[in-house]
């Protein structure tokens, strides 16, 4: 009745057998189920991609990014005729000044960037963008007016203010109006037109005699004008909207931007709760 000296192996082996083809079977089962969800989860992104209406999110974006062009304009709109201010307001030779002219408008920038985020959160962001645009469009002006380097120095300042202000301001808005599925693609478009901005002021610096440069900075004014009218009619953030306590205008204003899953993806939008990040307020 005592089991054989081969029997015990045969059995061992059997059930060793059985248990990897379990296992085989619920890993392909895993799988499946991983394939599954992935595939269910890109349907669901392109539903929201063929729901949103990227019409109303591109304008607003495409307004927005006025700012960030006018970031990279101011810096390099006054390279190329600096020599020829110096001589028209009676400070060439003078490096110091010349130095001055030129780094007016990242001292202004480095003030404005600080107080971005508190006028964001307490005003809106549509309302901090048009706050914004007051001294972007008065600061290039004043520099295209000045007869003295301290006009000069006062409009290059302000517009730093405003592009500071902006560089704030932007990636929130941008961020917070674009639909999930696209806030990575959009979002990369603040720093790319920042880049344009640049490129955009080397080209009239080379398009344009350096006699010219009131005219370069009266250009200037045009992405202040643009970001001011556009902001008139573009959305209010509906991330703003919900932390502000409004959710029923969040919720239209993020079914308008986002389509039917706009009340998903603007999320729980508890009242009163910041979206802003900590470093940017005071």
Aim: glycine letters at 12%; charged letters at 10%; aromatic letters at 4%.
């Amino acid at each position: 009745g005592l089991p054989t000296a081969g029997g015990l192996p045969g059995k061992a082996s059997t059930t060793h057998l059985i248990h990897l083809q379990q296992q085989q079977q619920q890993q392909r089962q895993r799988q499946r189920q991983q394939v599954a969800t992935r595939a269910a989860s890109g349907a669901a992104g392109a539903s929201s991609d063929s729901e949103a209406n990227m019409g109303a999110v591109l304008f607003a974006v495409g307004v927005a990014c006025m700012g960030a062009f006018a970031f990279g304009y101011h810096l390099g709109v006054v390279n190329g005729p600096l020599e020829a201010i110096a001589r028209e307001l009676g400070f060439a030779g003078n490096q110091a000044l010349s130095g001055l002219v030129v780094s007016s408008t990242l001292a202004g920038a480095a003030v404005g960037s600080l107080t971005g985020g508190s006028l964001a959160e307490a005003f809106g962001r549509r309302s901090a963008f048009m706050l914004c645009a007051l001294p972007m469009l008065a600061g290039p002006l004043l520099s295209a007016a000045a007869t003295s380097i301290n006009v000069m120095i006062a409009g290059r300042v302000l517009a730093g203010l405003a592009i500071g202000l902006s560089s704030a301001l932007v990636p929130l808005y941008i961020s917070e109006v674009s639909p999930t599925s696209r806030r990575g693609t959009l979002g990369s478009l603040n720093q790319l037109m920042i880049c344009v901005g640049i490129l955009a002021a080397l080209l009239v610096n080379v398009a344009l005699p350096v006699t010219d440069w009131r005219l370069m900075f009266n250009l200037a004014a045009a992405p202040a004008i643009i970001l001011l009218l556009g902001m008139l009619v573009a959305p209010e953030s509906p991330t703003y909207l919900a932390a502000k306590g409004r959710r029923d205008e969040a919720v239209a204003v993020a079914n308008n931007l986002w389509g039917r899953s706009g009340a998903d993806q603007l999320g729980a939008g508890a009242p009163g709760q910041s979206t802003l990040p900590t470093p940017w307020c005071w």
